[in-house]
């Protein structure tokens, strides 16, 4: 027995002992926790996602005969989109609706109230952010009647103001009413995001930039954008992926006149509920996917360049 | 030349609190003023006053004899060194010296000329292209400092401009700063908490308490002549013995049951007044000796390096004095403390203000 004095090598602890995860959980109950959350997404979101490239592959239908039994047409959807006058209009229109009221309005606007805002009385501060809070969180339906009412041709607010009576706004120019509508909708939340990002400038470098006389113009360029580069790519990713989504252009012109203000939303929207197209739209709706995709992906390479 | 005057200068904040508090000083030509004060004192509040950071409530600031008070801060030709350098990280330190410059619309050429110059005074050659993020503590600060003298400024103002350094680095950047000073002859205020580094940098101090200025004088003055017990308190390394007492007959005053000479002046016989006698000038000696003195026994010795500071306790108060490392006493000894006539001083008992006018001490 006293043969040798090492001590038996430690075993490593096999039998039940406490869970390696943090909150002690184990791997069976942890899961079981998540379960309920990750049946929902798979129910509400993959499922229907799946679903959607699944019927773009068909000639799947609202009414008719490929309602009850489509059958399986390869890629002649996707052949069809690309050689689409209409879809291409659409993608068209979009590009001009997110470059207009997101990458442009709602970033300039929303940087702008935060920069003014800065320094307001907390008062007027308060105030402001609530009036854009306001534009943001009340329902789409709510604001497209109100942008209605306002652009109508005999009795709209903005002809009264301009004296104008008789100017059809939403028919002769609908993509400017959809990008002023947008950009007012949505600044709420590039204004919040650029409030807290301007916190993270210290102000002592904005005081240096005071004391060489920098002009405002000069102090956002070289001192408060290289310390915001991250918080405008990203404000910018979020916003013009919404945009890019957003159906509330439906509820002010429905896509018209004559598919002047027909977004890819809208039109996925028109194919398949007025044209019928289910399987179609489906394909056209997974295009917008990948094209959304493909923008994430140069925003996300922009922002990885800055380090 | 390129002096500042402050007159009746008052720097109020919304919520009503008067941070700086109608102020007279005058600061020369190519001198190097401190603002001294605890936290809170206004000293910071009237650097960015100077500077026009903050605006004025009352009073005028004159630079170089031209009224600044409502001018933008850009256009008073006055450089400040914010505590923090507050260098742009995303500038390399040429980009950063000469920016001052490119919001002027200086042509590159002569911006690159002045960054060589510049960094070569102040010995950054080989670290022009860095960015701050990869710059020491000091370098750092030499690149603020370089920045502030790119753009050409005629006053100085430096906000606390040792305390982002570590103590060992202090040193040197005190020497090297008092030495660029000079060499540059550039008017320059700084503001520190520290009343060491006032005393090391400083041609002249302006000590302040609530917004107001309490003594205005070179280092030695403020040092060796307190005007109040609150400057007496704030400046020295080891706290001044501020002692009640009362004056006696033939020139001394009666404390801690002894005596101490003093110029009493017009000070009546029997007066209460605030004794004030710093440690370093209490002479401390075993044995009987002629003339005023105090007798007492020592507590404690605390050794500060070269000398040490004991306390002596005499009939219930305890008294500090320095003394040479190799006269330490030992606890328990019974000592003699004496002082000459010039070092003591007399404080009203109420207001705590400096009594009678005595001789300015020799040396």
């Not at chain 1, 229907?48 to 390869?74: D, F, K, Q």
């Amino acid at each position: 027995m006293a043969t040798t004095t090492e001590p038996a090598p430690v075993q490593p602890a096999r039998v039940r002992g406490p869970a390696q995860d943090v909150a002690g959980l184990g791997i069976s109950r942890a899961l079981g926790f998540v379960a309920p959350a990750l049946l929902l997404i798979g129910a509400f979101l993959v499922f229907p996602a799946v679903w959607t490239i699944y019927i773009g592959i068909t000639n799947y239908r609202l009414t008719g005969v490929e309602a009850v039994s489509p059958s399986i047409v390869g890629l002649s959807n996707y052949t069809k989109a690309l050689n689409d006058a209409l879809f291409h209009n659409a993608l068209w229109l979009t590009c001009l609706f997110v470059l207009g009221s997101a990458v442009i309005g709602q970033n300039i606007l929303g940087f702008a109230l935060a920069w003014t805002m800065r320094r307001a009385r907390p008062a007027v501060r308060r105030t402001v952010e609530a009036l854009v809070l306001l534009a943001w969180i009340l329902p789409s339906t709510v604001v497209a009647y109100l942008w209605i009412a306002f652009f109508d041709r005999d009795t709209g607010t903005l002809n009264s103001i301009l004296g104008t009576q008789g100017t059809a706004w939403l028919i002769d120019y609908p993509m400017v009413c959809l990008v002023l509508f947008n950009t007012w909708r949505g600044t709420a939340f590039s204004m919040m995001l650029y409030s807290s990002a301007l916190q993270a400038v210290p102000p002592s470098q904005l005081e240096s930039a005071r004391m060489f006389g920098a002009s405002g113009w000069q102090t956002v360029r070289d001192v408060v954008f290289p310390h915001i580069r991250g918080h405008v790519l990203t404000n910018t990713l979020l916003i013009s992926l919404w945009t890019a989504n957003d159906f509330s252009p439906f509820l002010l012109t429905k896509g018209g006149p004559n598919h002047e203000s027909e977004t890819v939303p809208v039109y996925i929207y028109n194919v398949a509920l007025q044209g019928g197209e289910l399987g179609y739209s489906s394909a056209i709706s997974f295009l917008l996917l990948i094209a959304n995709l493909l923008v994430a992906l140069l925003y996300l390479r922009l922002l990885r360049r800055r380090s | 030349m390129a002096g500042i005057d402050i007159e009746g200068l008052a720097t109020v904040y919304p919520n009503g609190v008067r941070a700086v508090d109608g102020l007279d000083l005058t600061v020369a030509h190519g001198e190097f003023f401190a603002l001294l004060g605890p936290s809170g004192c206004g000293k910071t509040t009237l650097l960015r006053t100077i500077a026009g950071l903050e605006p004025a409530s009352e009073g005028t600031v004159r630079i170089d004899s031209a009224d600044v008070t409502r001018l933008e801060p850009g256009k008073r030709g006055v450089a400040m060194v914010f505590q923090d350098y507050a260098l742009f990280p995303h500038m390399t330190v040429s980009e950063n010296i000469t920016y001052p410059l490119k919001v002027r619309r200086v042509a590159p050429a002569t911006r690159t000329a002045v960054a060589e110059r510049t960094s070569g005074e102040l010995s950054l050659q080989g670290l022009l292209e860095r960015r701050p993020g990869q710059l020491s503590g000091g370098q750092q600060q030499r690149v603020a400092l370089a920045r502030a003298i790119a753009s050409k400024g005629k006053v100085l103002l430096l906000d606390e401009p040792l305390s982002n350094l570590d103590a060992r680095l202090r040193l040197e950047a005190r020497t090297f700063l008092k030495k660029l000073q000079k060499d540059l002859g550039i008017t320059t205020v700084f503001v520190t908490h520290d009343q060491a580094e006032a005393l090391a940098l400083a041609d002249r101090i302006a000590v302040m308490q609530s917004g107001k200025l309490r003594q205005l004088g070179s280092p030695r003055e403020v040092f060796a002549r307190p005007a109040n017990t609150f400057v007496a308190n704030f400046i020295g390394s080891t706290p001044m013995n501020l002692l009640t007492g009362s004056v006696a007959s033939g020139g001394s005053v009666s404390i801690a049951g002894g005596s101490l000479p003093a110029a009493t002046g017009s000070v009546p016989v029997g007066a209460e007044v605030t004794v004030g006698v710093r440690p370093e000038y209490l002479t401390l000696s075993i044995g009987d000796v002629s003339g005023p003195s105090i007798r007492g026994s020592v507590v404690v010795a605390e050794n500060l390096g070269t000398q040490s500071l004991v306390s002596v306790e005499c009939d219930g108060t305890l008294i500090g004095v320095t003394v040479p490392e190799e006269d330490e006493p030992d606890p328990g000894a019974t000592v003699v403390l004496t002082a000459s006539e010039s070092r003591v001083l007399l404080y009203d008992k109420e207001s705590g203000e400096l009594l009678a006018r005595q001789p300015a001490p020799v040396g």
